[in-house]
């Protein structure tokens, strides 16, 4: 058995069986894949304490507040999403686009905005802090999306099932990350 795993930040078309697995946020539209559910990733805002000192030292983000503060995002235009929401709440400066998950880290690390992470990411980035919200961010759903004929290739199925066992472990680490998350905001009120 050969596997190819490739990583792309472009949409390949699984009804053109331009590949035979995606990972998506987001259900397909298509009548010919078919998308089973993974998980949801809590998400926050984070940034370098060199913005967060610079353009919000309370560390915190409120209503009213978003129209001042500059966001590195994947693509506005997207549709409804994490940007949407942005926007809906007075987001206007994006002055960072990238459909890469690396350049945008890169760009909040260098200061250039507050960027969105899964909160399980979050440790795995000590350069960039968790900013307080008001609201939190919409949790993004993963879906396996596979084309209907291939549900029962066993070479398919297993590797759907192996991406069903990472995401499970990613998790129960955000889970983890979320209780310290909630232990220290207890801590810091009492």
């Given at each position: 058995t050969e596997i190819e795993l490739i990583s792309e930040a472009r949409r390949v078309d699984l009804a053109a069986r331009e590949a035979d697995i995606g990972?998506?946020?987001g259900r397909s539209t298509s009548p010919?894949?078919?998308d089973k559910p993974i998980g949801s990733v809590a998400t926050g805002l984070f940034a370098s304490a060199a913005y967060l000192s610079k353009r919000l030292p309370s560390r915190a983000l409120r209503s009213g507040e978003y129209a001042a503060q500059d966001f590195v995002v994947e693509d506005v235009a997207r549709g409804p999403g994490p940007s949407q929401w942005l926007i809906a709440r007075g987001a206007s400066r994006f002055p960072v686009r990238s459909n890469s998950y690396e350049a945008r880290i890169h760009a909040a690390k260098r200061g250039m905005g507050l960027v969105m992470l899964g909160l399980a990411s979050g440790p795995e980035h000590p350069q960039l802090e968790r900013v307080e919200?008001?609201?939190p961010l919409p949790s993004?759903?993963?879906f396996?999306?596979?084309h209907k004929d291939l549900r029962k290739v066993p070479r398919v199925r297993g590797v759907a099932e192996a991406f069903q066992q990472v995401v499970g472990e990613y998790m129960k680490k955000q889970g983890d990350v979320a209780q310290r998350s909630l232990s220290r905001s207890r801590s810091r009120r009492s």
């Open positions: 990972v998506r946020a010919v894949l078919i919200l008001d609201q993004l759903q993963f396996i999306t596979m």
